[in-house]
Structure formats: C-alpha cells, structure tokens
C-alpha cells in the first residue's frame, strides 16, 4: 500500500531563517505531488504541484519555492520566513491514470510557526 | 473553470441526531466529487468518494453522500452522530483541476 510521510510535524523558526519541509511517498511510482498551506482557521491554499521530477508549477507568488529531487520526494524551502509563512503545511500526492479520479492522498501535515 | 461552495462554515449538533453537510459546485465538465476530514491537527483523510457508477456512495464510518447532477450537489448525511465526528469537513471536486471547499466545521454537543 502507499504512505505518505512529511516532516518535521512541527517548527518553530525566527523571521528571516530558512526552511525546509520534507515529503515522501512510498508504495507507487511517478505520483503527482503537492504542497497545500492552511492558515489558522481557514481553507486549502495550494502552492505547488509537481508531475514529475524538476517539474514545479507554483501556484502563489511568494518568498516559497519548492523542489523535487527524486521521483517520491518533495521538498517546500524558504531562504527567509515571514511572519505570514506560519500556518500548517499539508503534503500530498495523486496516481496518475484517469482510473483514480485524481484521488488526493494526504500527510500527516507540519505545523510552522514563524517568530 | 470549477468551484466548490459549502454555504455552511459551522454546523453544531447535538449527540446521536442526523446532521447534513451542503456542498454544490460548478463545472463545465464531468466532474469526480469527495469529501475529506481534517481531525483537529491532523492531515486531511479521504472520507468518500464519487467517481462513476451509483450516486450514492458510503463510508465505513457511517457517512454517505448523494451526487445530484441536476442540483450540481453532492451532500453529506448521517443519521446519528457521535462526538468523534467533531472535525473539519471538506467537500473537493477534480476535472480540470482539484479544487476544495472552503470546509464545514461540526461540532458534535454531548
């Protein structure tokens, strides 16, 4: 069966620092993967999804980025965090094929709190 | 282009009554409709999901949703809840792209 798994689960880092959020997927091959934010008591922000290695689409504009190193990994970086950066981060990833109506699986999710 | 609305933002029920989640959207194609919950901290679990076939469709927990074509709906019901189903709602739907609601909030009262 496939997992998902990100980490770390929870962050707290000053303004200015860097980041990096982890995600890998196991169990299947070629998976679309994505970075979602949710802010505090509000809805999913889509920030990245990727179809294949060193393919990104970023959805938002911002001090963000994101990259896929491997097949099942995806990682979410920043050089410098803004207070706005905080929020929880969900990632997550889809099979390809029309068979799985694009199903979206998700992480378990990382909380980062920018201080 | 799609959307997806869930008019309610929180749905407060009492223990063991039926509750109904409202989620409709718009599509100019066929479209394949789900519903996740997010449990407090937690990442979002798929709950149920439509993508052909009958319209109504369960989940092992009691849930179950009807796709109404005609009203663009796609509702979550459940005849008695527990305090366990406390939790964020999200309707989504995906043709062109995975588009999700803005969530329902349900809080089960004791």
Redesign the interface.
Known sequence: SQTIHQWPATLVQPVGSPLSLECTVEGTSNPNLYWYRQAAG???Q?LFYSVGIGQISSEVPQNLSASRPQDRQFILSSKKLLLSDSGFY?C?W?PTGASS?????????S?LTVV | AQSVTQLDSQVPVFEEAPVELRCNYSSSVSVYLFWYVQYPNQGLQLLLKYLSGSTLVESINGFEAEFNKSQTSFHLRKPSVHISDTAEYFCAVTGQNFVFGPGTRLSVLP
């Open positions: 509000r809805g999913l889509l969900l997550a889809s109506g694009n199903t979206i699986y998700f992480g378990e999710g909380w």
